[in-house]
């Protein structure tokens, strides 16, 4: 069983950045690729970001890519969201994932259903 628990979550005017922490606990972190997922009102649960075991490989949506950065620190066992140049579409309650095993077990990593544990999530609301 794993625990994750996000944070860093805001409002922040369009242009602005933030920093999205997601804490886990309980099983050896190392064995988790972990990924970022969002849902706005009304709308479908998307990928947004995902990291592999060691973070030596990393994925972006089209969406956000060159302007997020996920990272991990497994001494830590945190992985992290960077959000720069933040646009209203941006607005979401963002949710982190982890995947026993690494990115590649169970399904595709940008399927959410394809991870094992998720978080509680944290809002973003980005204002124009």
């Known amino acids: 069983q794993v625990q994750l628990v996000e944070s860093g979550g805001g409002l922040v005017q369009t242009g602005g950045s933030l920093r999205l922490s997601c804490a886990a606990s309980?099983?050896?972190?190392?064995?988790?690729?972990m990924g970022w997922f969002r849902q706005a009102p009304g709308k479908e649960r998307e990928f947004v970001a995902a990291i592999s075991r060691s973070g030596g490989s990393t994925y972006y949506a089209d969406s956000v890519k060159g302007r997020f950065t996920i990272s991990r620190d497994n001494a830590k066992n945190t992985v992290y969201l960077q959000m720069n140049s933040l646009k209203p579409e941006d607005t979401a309650v963002y949710y982190c994932?982890?995947?026993?095993?690494?990115?590649?077990?169970?399904?595709?990593?940008?399927?959410?259903?394809?991870?094992?544990?998720w978080g509680q999530g944290t809002q973003v609301t980005v204002s124009s």
């Open positions: 309980g099983r050896t972190f190392s064995n988790y690729g």
């Open positions: 994932n982890a995947k026993l095993g690494g990115l590649s077990m169970g399904g595709n990593y940008y399927e959410h259903t394809s991870y094992n544990y």
